[in-house]
């Protein structure tokens, strides 16, 4: 089951690149993790995934312990400032930065661990009250503040677009994500290089990629519904 949904999404990937004339290889799936036990993750991992994606510290940091070492840990959920320190040297990327403060304590953890964390800024694009995230017109700032601070380094930004019955209206959101990480490259700002834009999630995705997606974040496409206890 897994591992066919898994292919069913590599599968709808390739064919989005072939829409928009662009090369599968640029787009890095990221198997959405959360809530789900180790053993479905290491039916993907066995499958070929290396890439994945969880929401929590603690839930990362169990899973990180219990899982393959080859495993790039990607952090896309809001993330508290004194629970930065137990992540800094497990990630391989973070998604969800949307404070100089929180920036500043990921740069101060680093130095202490000796270790260089990339980051992405996560910015709302759509203006929702709900969502986290730095308004579009503070991305640029934002990144140049950050910019200054020793070993972290910006290399895009994330978005979650809003939840939509039909994938096309979240269209305009990617095509504006990709159009603020263009104007910022222009400015070329000292040790910033803009590689990575994070969007698109099981509903849009293919939009996503169309739209220039270099990371699509899948949760439930590949493991299913989600179910929280309360
Ligand atoms: C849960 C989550 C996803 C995956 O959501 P699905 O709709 O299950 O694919 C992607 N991005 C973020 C930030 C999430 O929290």
Redesign the pocket.
């Known amino acids: 089951m897994l591992t066919q949904n898994y292919d069913q999404v590599i599968q709808n990937i390739q064919d989005a690149c072939g829409r928009a004339e662009r090369k599968p290889e640029e787009v890095t799936l990221?198997a959405?993790s959360?809530t789900k036990p180790v053993p479905m993750l290491l039916e993907v991992y066995k499958h070929g995934c290396r890439h994945f994606?969880e929401?929590k510290v603690q839930e990362l940091l169990d899973k990180y312990e219990a899982l393959p070492k080859d495993i790039k840990w990607h952090m896309?959920?809001h993330l508290q400032r004194n629970k930065v320190k137990y992540i800094v040297d497990k990630v391989y990327l973070i998604?969800?930065v949307d404070s100089f403060r929180l920036a500043e304590e990921i740069s101060r953890e680093a130095v202490k661990k000796q270790v260089h964390v990339n980051i992405l800024i996560e910015v709302n694009v759509a203006g929702e009250e709900s969502k986290f995230g730095c308004r579009p017109e503070e991305a640029c700032d934002l990144t140049m503040e950050i910019a200054k601070l020793p070993n972290i380094c910006v290399k895009g930004y994330?978005t979650?677009a809003p939840f939509v019955e039909n994938p096309q209206d979240n269209r305009e959101y990617f095509r504006k994500l990709r159009q603020l990480s263009v104007d910022i490259m222009r400015k070329s700002i000292d040790n910033v290089s803009i590689e990575y834009l994070s969007m698109g999630?099981?509903?849009d995705?293919e939009i996503a990629v169309e739209e220039g997606a270099d990371f699509v974040?899948?949760?439930?496409?590949?493991?299913g519904e989600?179910s929280y206890i309360v």
């Open positions: 990221i959405v959360k994606g929401n896309i959920g998604h969800s994330m979650i999630m099981t509903g995705y974040r899948v949760g439930t496409g590949i493991f989600r």
